[in-house]
C-alpha cells in the first residue's frame, strides 16, 4: 500500500506541472522538477527565499488594494485558474496559467499553500 504520508514529495516530483509548496509566511518549501525547467531556477535557489520571488502579475492587483501578501491566504479559498507572468531567472517574463489552495492542518489552521503553473507559450 502506498504511503502518502513518505511518499508525497515523489508525487508532487513526478507531476508535468510546475508545482511550489509554500507556508504560510511565504517562503517556498518545496518546488519540483517542472518549475525549474519552467523558471530557470534551480530548487536551491528558490527555496527558504518568499515566492515573490517569482513576480507574479497575478499578485499586484491584490496588494494595490490593500490586500495580505497573499491572495490565497487572504481569501482563504482556493485560487481559480487564471493567467498571469511570472519573471523567470533569465530576465524575461513568462506566460503561465496558474492555480492554487491553502492546505490546513489537523485543527484546521492554514498550514500551507500549493501552487501549480503551467507555461502559456
Not at 499586484?60 to 531567472?89: H, N, T, V
Not at 489537523?106 to 500551507?112: V, Y
Request: glycine share 14%; proline share 5%.
Amino acid at each position: 500500500m502506498l504511503d502518502l504520508s513518505k511518499n508525497w514529495k515523489n508525487v508532487i516530483d513526478a507531476l508535468h506541472s510546475g508545482v511550489m509548496v509554500i507556508d504560510t509566511g511565504g517562503a517556498i518549501r518545496h518546488v519540483n522538477p517542472a518549475l525549474e525547467v519552467l523558471t530557470g531556477y534551480r530548487a536551491g535557489e528558490l527555496i527558504g527565499n518568499p515566492c515573490t520571488i517569482l513576480g507574479c502579475s497575478g499578485c499586484e492587483p491584490w496588494y494595490q488594494q490593500g490586500g495580505s501578501w497573499c491572495m490565497l491566504f487572504g481569501s482563504g479559498k482556493a485560487l481559480e485558474p487564471m493567467a498571469c507572468r511570472i519573471d523567470s531567472k533569465w530576465g524575461h517574463p513568462l506566460k503561465v496559467m496558474r492555480q492554487g489552495s491553502v492546505f490546513r492542518d489537523s485543527k484546521g489552521f492554514p498550514a500551507g499553500a500549493v501552487e501549480t503553473l503551467q507555461t502559456l507559450d
